[in-house]
C-alpha cells in the first residue's frame, strides 16, 4: 500500500473534529428550534406570552441549516441512500470503482452549490430583509446551500482518499 494513505490517515482527527463540530452546530440549531416553535405554539393559545413575529422565518431559516449540513454529515458516515441490491453480484472492485463514481458526482455537485449558492446569498440575499426582522439580510437564508457544499468538499474528499485506498487493499476470500 502507497505510503501517502499512511499519511492522509494522519489526517482522520482534524475530519473527526470537523464532524463533532458541524454535529454539534446542528444540534443546537435543533434544539433553538424545538424552542422557538414550543414558545409560539405555547403564545398561541396562552395569551400571556407574546409570539413573536421573527419565529417563523428563523426556524425556517435554522431548518434550512439543519438539512443541508446534515446531509454533509451523512457523507463522512457513508450513510446516503445507495442501491446495495447488485452488489455481491457486481464484485468488489466494480463496486469500488462505482463508488468512487458516485463520490465524485457528489464532489461535483458540492462545486456547484458552493459557487451557484454563493452568488444567490451574495446577490439576491443581500437586497432582500427578513419581513419581521428588516435589520437581517435574507443572505442568511441563502448561505446554508454555499456553506454545506463546502462541509460537502471536505468530507468528500476524505472519502474519494477511502476510495482509492479501497483499491490498494487485498480482497478477503
Avoid at 446542528?26 to 406570552?49: E, P, S
Avoid at 441512500?81 to 469500488?96: P, Q, S, V
Avoid at 428588516?134 to 456553506?147: E, I, N, R, T
Wanted: with cysteine; charged share 20%.
Amino acid at each position: 500500500m502507497p505510503a501517502i494513505f499512511t499519511k492522509l490517515r494522519k489526517v482522520e482527527p482534524v475530519y473527526d473534529v470537523v464532524y463533532r463540530l458541524t454535529m454539534l452546530i446542528c444540534k443546537l440549531f435543533l434544539t433553538a428550534d424545538i424552542l422557538i416553535t414550543g414558545y409560539i405554539v405555547l403564545a398561541r393559545y396562552i395569551h400571556v406570552f407574546p409570539a413573536p413575529a421573527w419565529g417563523e422565518e428563523v426556524i425556517l431559516t435554522l431548518m434550512a441549516y439543519m438539512s443541508v449540513l446534515s446531509a454533509a454529515l451523512a457523507i463522512k458516515r457513508h450513510a446516503h441512500i445507495r442501491m446495495e441490491a447488485f452488489d455481491r453480484y457486481l464484485g468488489k472492485r466494480i463496486c469500488n470503482i462505482l463508488d468512487l463514481v458516485a463520490d465524485i458526482a457528489v464532489i461535483i455537485l458540492a462545486i456547484i452549490m458552493v459557487t451557484v449558492g454563493w452568488k444567490y446569498a451574495a446577490a439576491i440575499g443581500v437586497r432582500g430583509k427578513y419581513t419581521s426582522m428588516p435589520w437581517l439580510s435574507k443572505f442568511w437564508q441563502y448561505f446554508p446551500v454555499p456553506l454545506a457544499g463546502l462541509a460537502m468538499i471536505f468530507f468528500e474528499l476524505e472519502r474519494i482518499a477511502l476510495d482509492i485506498e479501497a483499491f490498494y487493499k487485498k480482497e478477503d476470500k
